[in-house]
């Protein structure tokens, strides 16, 4: 990005009068927005009003007469892009190639390229540039990775509008300070799986590495609220000696849908959906039998059928917790599964052992990879506890995990 700032600064003068000279001579207005690769993401940029269209870029490919632009602006707005396109490709690569693929905003006018959609015109250039190029350069170029960053932010931009506009308790700001991040997933209906990741305060002593999600069910309001307050908290204390992976929105669908409902877009039950070794024996018949086939408990069609679930299920295999917290509600209590001594308390919720359905995380990642798992079932799913439960929740939380991993030490001596 910096590079192509420091491209930018180069060829923006160039580019602005030729741009000025040309609008000026036709007597045309000046082109109102500048394409996106110009715009610099930051933490703070405005979400835009319509987050759908973030989420779907083609939707804006097919513009409606009354989106094209005249020609003559095209024409200029095409010269500025193709002359700041070439500048920067010569600028990586040395080599004189044809501009790079049109950005997110780029609007292309319908008389050029009508049967086209934006999708099918970035492979086309991609394809061109590729073939176009060495062996050693099928890997993206700074620019496409910048594009690409860009266009996750914008995503995410999108994400926090509508979690900021749907919970009581969360504003966009709330959840843009937040900094999510893209976590390679997207929901059934192309939301972005988003995480975030805080490090221990001394990185050589990292005691262990939570992994903590909330909204499986997306009709649990306050299991998502919660993991903005406590990431808030744990900015704020500038960390601990445990290092947490956060997965505040598992089923993001599941809560902005319409109407909040607990399955994803799919109408499963994602805590269903969890290949434990019982799922093919008893998921079915579970649910046939033990909840008379309420939908909202409908385990799916294999186990991990769902993308929501297949992406916590990498990320279990990749960050490697020590420990898994999952935050539910409204049965206000705490339950536990897998090795290890269980909390007694965390807040006021009371360890209560449920035993294990088939498909739950619970059952996947406790029982069968043998990782503590867990699940605080918060007393409400619309009204948030207060904030001194919050935090003292926290507090608990942070106990029994120093209180284990010294049991831990321990039994290792
Ligand atoms: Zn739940």
């Given at each position: 990005?910096k590079?192509q700032?420091h491209?930018l600064?180069?060829f923006?003068?160039v580019?602005?009068?030729?741009?000025?000279?040309f609008?000026?001579?036709a007597?045309?207005?000046?082109?109102?927005?500048?394409?996106?690769?110009?715009r610099?993401?930051?933490?703070?940029?405005q979400p835009?009003?319509?987050?759908?269209?973030?989420?779907?870029p083609?939707?804006?490919?097919?513009?409606?007469?009354?989106e094209?632009?005249?020609t003559?602006?095209?024409?200029?707005q095409?010269?500025a892009?193709?002359?700041?396109?070439t500048?920067?490709?010569?600028?990586?690569?040395?080599?004189?190639q044809?501009?790079?693929?049109?950005?997110?905003?780029?609007?292309?006018p319908?008389?050029?390229v009508?049967q086209l959609?934006?999708?099918e015109l970035?492979?086309?250039a991609?394809?061109?540039?590729?073939?176009?190029?060495?062996e050693?350069s099928?890997?993206?170029?700074?620019q496409?990775?910048?594009?690409?960053?860009?266009?996750?932010q914008?995503v995410?931009?999108?994400?926090?509008?509508e979690?900021?506009?749907?919970?009581?308790?969360?504003s966009?700001?709330?959840?843009?300070?937040q900094?999510?991040?893209f976590?390679g997933?997207?929901s059934?209906?192309a939301r972005?799986?988003?995480?975030?990741?805080?490090?221990?305060?001394?990185?050589?002593?990292?005691?262990?590495?939570?992994?903590i999600m909330?909204?499986?069910?997306?009709?649990e309001?306050?299991?998502?609220?919660?993991m903005?307050?406590?990431m808030a908290?744990?900015?704020e204390?500038?960390g601990n000696?445990f290092s947490?992976?956060?997965?505040?929105?598992?089923?993001?669908?599941?809560?902005l849908?319409?109407?909040?409902?607990?399955?994803?877009?799919?109408g499963?039950?994602?805590?269903?959906?969890?290949?434990?070794?019982?799922w093919?024996?008893?998921?079915?018949?579970?649910w046939?039998?033990?909840t008379?086939e309420n939908?909202?408990?409908?385990?799916?069609v294999?186990?991990a059928s769902?993308?929501?679930?297949?992406?916590?299920?990498d990320?279990?295999?990749?960050?490697e917790?020590?420990?898994?917290v999952?935050?539910?509600?409204?049965?206000?209590?705490?339950?536990?599964d897998?090795?290890?001594?269980?909390?007694d308390?965390?807040?006021d919720?009371?360890?209560?052992q449920?035993?294990?359905?088939?498909?739950?995380?619970?059952?996947y990642?406790g029982l069968?990879l043998?990782?503590?798992?867990?699940t605080?079932?918060?007393?409400?799913?619309?009204i948030?506890?207060?904030?001194?439960?919050i935090?003292q929740?926290?507090i608990d939380?942070?106990s029994?995990?120093?209180?284990?991993?010294?049991?831990?030490?321990?039994?290792?001596?």
């Open positions: 990005m590079a700032m491209n600064r180069e923006t003068p580019v602005l009068l030729s741009v000025l000279l609008v000026s001579c007597r045309l207005p000046i082109i109102e927005e500048e394409p996106s690769a110009n610099h993401p930051s933490a703070g940029e835009s009003a319509e987050p759908s269209a973030n989420r779907e083609s939707a804006e490919i097919n513009s409606s007469a009354g094209i632009a005249s003559a602006e095209n024409q200029s095409e010269a892009e193709s002359a700041a396109g500048a920067q490709v010569m600028e990586n690569t040395g080599l004189p044809d501009p790079t693929p049109g950005s997110a905003d780029t609007e292309l319908d008389e050029q009508p959609t934006r999708e970035e492979q086309q991609r394809a061109e540039e590729l073939a176009s190029q060495s050693l099928v890997y993206p170029s700074p496409q990775l910048a594009q690409e960053a860009l266009y996750h914008q995410i931009n999108g994400l926090c509008d979690i900021g506009n749907k919970l009581g308790s969360v966009v700001e709330d959840c843009m300070q900094q999510l991040e976590a997933a997207y059934v209906n972005p799986l988003t995480q975030r990741d805080f490090e221990p305060r001394n990185s050589l002593n990292e005691k262990s590495r939570v992994l909330g909204g499986i069910h997306g009709d309001y306050s299991s998502i609220s919660i903005f307050k406590w908290l744990l900015k204390s500038g000696s947490w992976r956060f997965l505040p929105s598992v089923n993001p669908d599941g809560l849908d319409g109407q909040a409902v607990r399955q994803n877009a799919s499963v039950d994602l805590n269903r959906n969890f290949p434990s070794q019982d093919n024996d008893k998921a079915h018949e579970y046939l039998n033990n008379g939908p909202r408990r409908y385990p799916g294999a186990a769902e993308p929501e679930v297949r992406w916590v299920i990320q279990i295999e990749t960050y917790p020590d420990v898994v999952s935050v539910h509600a409204p049965y206000h209590l705490l339950d536990f897998g090795p290890s001594v269980a909390p308390r965390i807040g919720l009371y360890l209560h449920l035993g294990v359905y088939p498909g739950s995380l619970g059952n990642a069968d043998g990782i503590p798992v867990v605080l079932e918060l007393p409400s799913a619309g948030m506890p207060s904030d001194e439960q935090e929740m926290w939380m942070l029994w995990l120093n209180s284990r991993t010294e049991l831990e030490q321990r039994a290792a001596r």
